[in-house]
């Protein structure tokens, strides 16, 4: 018999030998080994018992759940972020109420923007919205500054002086971002990746006339505040210059 006529006769018998009920993934796995149905000794190893790298798959599991957190902190939003224009201090005041009536126990702020973008000033109408009567400082000196309220501890940090992520640490800041308090973080790029991701990131900017903001949500619950901030601000009158 000749070698093609006999390697046709061998693929033949292979394939009748395989049940009818086979999976399909098996299925794919015996095309494979009847190409090379020559070589017997190569079906072996197709048709064999899978064994499961237990230690293999728990590092991919992992490994998932660490890409899935990164994207919930890295911009992956179920609804946009919300933008606008702040033509006076005024509107700037607004949105600090509007934002005041959204916020829960245990949000962490970063506000962004350049000096003079009118960072403190949206923390001072929130604090002041939420009941606050003491003076609203810039904790550009202390780093942080604490206004415990009826309804939660606000701390406001301002990391504009440090000179590297290392004084983070150094600081023993961590301890106060907890379920029960709420963090507005100014200049959080200058703390680096040590600091606890935002929920909401605010950034502020100044161009020509008024300022412009936009806020995003970048956690579940961001998202949440987002939805209520834009409740809020429906139910106030509008920023002048309008948001979106």
């Known amino acids: 018999m000749r070698a093609g006529a006999a390697d046709a006769v061998a693929c033949h018998i292979i394939h009748a030998a395989v049940p009818a009920t086979i999976e399909p993934r098996e299925e794919a796995r015996l095309r494979v080994a009847e190409i090379g149905a020559g070589d017997p000794h190569l079906l072996e190893p197709e048709l064999a018992t899978p064994r499961l790298d237990s230690s293999r798959e728990l590092r991919r599991i992992r ?3 660490s890409r899935v ?39 962490v702020l970063y506000l962004q923007g350049d000096l003079g973008a009118g960072k403190t000033t949206l923390v001072r109408a929130c604090l002041l919205s939420l009941g606050c009567r003491e ?10 500054e604490l206004y415990p309220l009826s309804s939660l501890d606000f701390y406001h940090f ?24 709420v963090c507005a973080v100014e200049w959080p790029e200058k703390a ?12 502020l900017g100044l161009p020509a006339y008024g300022r412009t903001f936009e806020i995003a949500a970048e956690s579940e619950r961001g998202v949440r505040c987002l939805s209520r901030l834009r409740e809020s601000m429906a139910r106030s009158r509008p920023l002048p210059g309008g948001s979106a």
């Open 63 to 65: 490994t998932f759940e």
């Open 69 to 107: 957190r990164m994207h919930i902190t890295d911009g992956n939003r179920s609804i946009p972020p919300l933008t606008g224009h702040l033509g006076d201090e005024a509107a700037t005041w607004t949105l600090g109420a509007a934002l005041a009536a959204a916020l829960e126990p245990g949000l």
């Open 135 to 144: 003076k609203v400082k810039s904790p550009s000196y202390t780093l942080v």
């Open 158 to 181: 301002d990391f504009y002086r440090f000179n590297s992520p290392g004084e983070w640490d150094a600081a023993g800041f961590r301890e106060y971002f907890d379920s029960a308090a």
């Open 192 to 203: 680096g990746a040590r600091l606890p991701g935002p929920d909401l990131r605010i950034r």
